[in-house]
C-alpha cells in the first residue's frame, strides 16, 4: 500500500509563526464548534439559553447597548442604568483565556488530574491554574444542599488526616487526642447512585452531628443500611427510618455483598482526596462538593457526554467570583 500524502503539509510548512499560530486558532475554532456548538462562553450561554439579569439589582429589563471592547454584547439596565454583559455574573466574567483553552482545562479537570500536568499541557502558570479551580469549585458551592436521597440509603464515615491540626502547636499538648487530628466524612449512596460525602468536624462523630448533617438530605421513610453504629441512631429515629445493619466484618460474604456499594464510593473518595493531600483544610468541602458534582456528570454520561454538561453547569451558574 503507498503511503498517503497529506495535501496540506507543504502548505502548513511554508507558514510562518504568526500564519501559523492563525490556522491553528481556526483549527481549534472549528473542533470546538463541532463538540461544543459554539467557540465562546458568550455563544455557549446563549446556547443554552441564559438570559441577561442585571447583575446588580436581577432586574430583567435591559436595552441593548453596543459591544465591549473585546466584543461582548452589552446591556443596559432598565431599573438601575447598572452596564453588563451577559455573563458578567458568572466565572467567565472578564477571563482573558481563549475558550479552546479554558475547556481543555475543564476536560483536564473532570479527570482530576494534578494542577501541575494541567500547567505543563496548557503552558500556562500555576497561579493561573489554581485561580479557576477555584473559580469552579465556587461553582458547585451549593450543589449538594438541595440533594435528597431516598428508597435504600448507605452511610458509612470515612476519615483522613487533618495536617493542620498535626502541625499546630496544640496538637504538641494534647498528643493524645488521636482521634482529634482526623476530619471525618459522612458519605452517603443510595440505590439510584445520588451520593453525598459532607464533613462532619473532627474525630468520631455524635448522634446529633450526624443528624445535623444529614436531617435535610434523606427522604422520610427510607432505609438506612449501615453498620449499626449509635451516632446513626438519632438520625433514624427522628427521620422515621428504616434500619439494616451488617457489622463490619471483611470476611463474612453477606457485609461484603451487601455494604459494596457504600465501600466502592468510599475508596474511590478517598482515592480522589489522596491527590490534594496538603490541602488547605478549609478547601475540602469545595473538593467534596466537586467530586459529588463529577459523579453525578459520569452516572449519566451516556445520556448526556460530560465536558457538555459542565459546559452548560458553567455558563448558566450565576456567581460573583471573589479572589481572596
Ligand atoms: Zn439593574
Known amino acids: 500500500m503507498s503511503k498517503q500524502i497529506n495535501p496540506y503539509l507543504d502548505?502548513?510548512?511554508?507558514?510562518?509563526?504568526?500564519?501559523?499560530?492563525?490556522?491553528?486558532?481556526?483549527?481549534n475554532q472549528r473542533k470546538d464548534r463541532e463538540r461544543?456548538?459554539?467557540?465562546?462562553?458568550?455563544?455557549?450561554?446563549?446556547?443554552?439559553?441564559?438570559?441577561?439579569i442585571c447583575p446588580k439589582c436581577l432586574s430583567d429589563k435591559y436595552h441593548e447597548d453596543g459591544y465591549t471592547p473585546s466584543l461582548a454584547k452589552r446591556y443596559k439596565c432598565e431599573n438601575c442604568e447598572c452596564s453588563y454583559t451577559l455573563l458578567s455574573d458568572s466565572i467567565f466574567n472578564s477571563s482573558k483565556i481563549s475558550f479552546h483553552k479554558l475547556m481543555s482545562y475543564i476536560q483536564l479537570m473532570s479527570f482530576n488530574v494534578p494542577l501541575e500536568l494541567i500547567c505543563e499541557v496548557l503552558d500556562i502558570a500555576s497561579n493561573t491554574?489554581?485561580?479557576?479551580?477555584?473559580?469552579?469549585?465556587?461553582?458547585?458551592?451549593?450543589?449538594?444542599?438541595?440533594?435528597?436521597?431516598?428508597?435504600?440509603?448507605w452511610i458509612d464515615e470515612t476519615y483522613i488526616e487533618?495536617?493542620?491540626v498535626l502541625e499546630s502547636d496544640n496538637y504538641e499538648k494534647h498528643p493524645r487526642g488521636l482521634s482529634k487530628t482526623k476530619i471525618c466524612i459522612v458519605v452517603v449512596i443510595d440505590s439510584?447512585?445520588?451520593?453525598?460525602?459532607?464533613?462532619?468536624?473532627?474525630?468520631?462523630?455524635?448522634?446529633?452531628?450526624?443528624?445535623?448533617?444529614?436531617?435535610?438530605?434523606?427522604?422520610?421513610?427510607?432505609?438506612?443500611?449501615?453498620?449499626?453504629?449509635?451516632?446513626?441512631k438519632y438520625l433514624i429515629d427522628a427521620l422515621s427510618l428504616k434500619s439494616e445493619v451488617y457489622i463490619a466484618n471483611t470476611k463474612d460474604s453477606e457485609y461484603i455483598k451487601n455494604m459494596a456499594m457504600i465501600n466502592n464510593m468510599c475508596s474511590w473518595l478517598k482515592r480522589y482526596i489522596w491527590r490534594f493531600i496538603g490541602m488547605e483544610v478549609e478547601n475540602?468541602?469545595?473538593?467534596l462538593n466537586?467530586?459529588?458534582?463529577?459523579?453525578?456528570?459520569?452516572?449519566?454520561?451516556?445520556?448526556?457526554?460530560?465536558?457538555?454538561?459542565?459546559?452548560?453547569?458553567?455558563?448558566?451558574e450565576r456567581v460573583r467570583f471573589?479572589?481572596?
Open 11 to 27: 502548505f502548513v510548512l511554508g507558514l510562518d509563526a504568526t500564519q501559523f499560530d492563525s490556522l491553528c486558532d481556526a483549527i
Open 36 to 52: 461544543y456548538g459554539a467557540t465562546s462562553f458568550e455563544e455557549a450561554a446563549l446556547n443554552y439559553g441564559r438570559k441577561p
Open 129 to 153: 491554574a489554581e485561580l479557576w479551580r477555584k473559580k469552579i469549585f465556587s461553582t458547585v458551592n451549593n450543589y449538594q444542599n438541595h440533594l435528597r436521597l431516598y428508597n435504600r440509603v
Open 162 to 164: 487533618d495536617y493542620q
Open 192 to 232: 439510584s447512585k445520588n451520593m453525598l460525602a459532607i464533613i462532619c468536624g473532627h474525630g468520631k462523630p455524635s448522634s446529633k452531628r450526624v443528624y445535623a448533617a444529614l436531617k435535610n438530605h434523606i427522604r422520610p421513610g427510607s432505609t438506612i443500611i449501615h453498620d449499626g453504629d449509635n451516632s446513626h
Open 284 to 287: 475540602l468541602q469545595s473538593y
Open 290 to 316: 466537586w467530586f459529588i458534582y463529577l459523579q453525578r456528570c459520569k452516572r449519566d454520561n451516556e445520556k448526556w457526554p460530560k465536558s457538555n454538561r459542565i459546559l452548560r453547569h458553567l455558563v448558566l
Open 322 to 324: 471573589k479572589r481572596k
